[in-house]
């Protein structure tokens, strides 16, 4: 059912959209269709016994992905949206099959890619700081690139300053109301949430603004109030630069001559 459950969904935003897109005319609204993270990781072992254990494959992800795609075009969505990404090979995964429906269908949707730091180390669950998770995804030139999901805002907000630093395009943020309490709930209010995201509009951090885990339609309005008094950040214009991106970061300047690539590196670009 996975074409048809993503067909139909995007079918439904769709209308509702163009509904809106009636009312309000200048206030136009996009679809985005969603592809998560599934319930699997590529990169992990899901038995603690056998470390080299996989449940999935890259192909068997890619295949998902793929029809999950086809079924959200379909509908009628205007951007793809990867996201909640703990593991960096399930969102490599979602690239691929993307780009490739992209090809079969000779169109071309914008892209958003949104990772997940799941803990206080500012990590992935793969391991990745917030700098190679953005150098291992730049080869798919997102439109957007930012972090939502795990974590609130005030523990998100170190992360989102690096990301709004490093990245090259736009940077958007859907963060958590509050870390989950003991009965799985939320308690931060859209007033506490808006206090601390009016903050990272004024410094310049986001050009998009939304909420994830326990937020609701007050929380999503009272952001809208609160940051539409200060500008979008605009991207850093960083130089063309020949880079590496891994479980550490790395960044080889135009002057360098030799590269020494060792286990912790996954992947080379430029």
Same mark, same amino acid.
Request: proline residues 0%; glycine residues 14%; contains cysteine.
């Given at each position: 059912y996975c074409y048809e459950l993503n067909r139909?969904?995007?079918?439904?935003?769709?209308?509702?959209?163009?509904t809106m897109d009636e009312r309000t005319p200048r206030m136009p609204r996009f679809v985005a269709g969603v592809l998560g993270p599934t319930n699997r990781t590529a990169s992990i072992s899901p038995d603690v016994a056998n470390p080299?254990?996989?449940?999935?494959t890259f192909d068997e992800l890619e295949v998902a992905y793929f029809e999950a795609c086809q079924g959200l075009i379909d509908g009628g969505c205007d951007i793809l949206l990867i996201e909640t990404i703990f593991d960096t090979l399930n969102a490599k995964a979602a690239i691929h099959a993307t780009l490739r429906c992209f090809d079969e269908r000779g169109i071309r949707l914008p892209i958003f890619i949104s990772g997940t730091i799941t803990d206080a180390s500012g990590r992935t669950l793969s391991g990745q700081v917030t700098e190679a998770f953005w150098r291992s995804i730049r080869h798919a030139n997102p439109l957007v690139v930012g972090l939502n999901c795990a974590l609130g805002p005030a523990e998100l907000r170190p992360y989102v300053e690096e990301l709004s630093k490093i990245a090259d395009t736009y940077v958007s943020v859907h963060p958590n109301a509050g870390l989950p309490n003991e009965?799985?709930?939320y308690d931060e209010t859209p007033e506490a949430m808006s206090f601390e995201l009016a903050e990272w509009a004024k410094a310049g951090? @986001? !050009?998009?603004?939304?909420?994830?885990c326990g937020t609701t339609p007050e929380h999503i309005r009272a952001f809208s109030h609160i940051v539409e008094n200060y500008p979008p950040r605009t991207p850093p214009n960083h130089p063309s630069r020949c880079r590496l991106s891994g479980l550490e970061p790395v960044t080889i300047g135009p002057e360098s001559l030799f @590269? !020494?690539?060792?286990?912790?590196?996954?992947?080379f670009g430029s």
């Open positions: 139909v969904a995007a079918k439904i935003a769709r209308d509702a959209a163009d080299a254990f996989r449940n999935v009965f799985g709930g951090f @986001v !050009n998009i603004i939304g909420g994830c @590269v !020494n690539v060792g286990e912790h590196f996954e992947q």
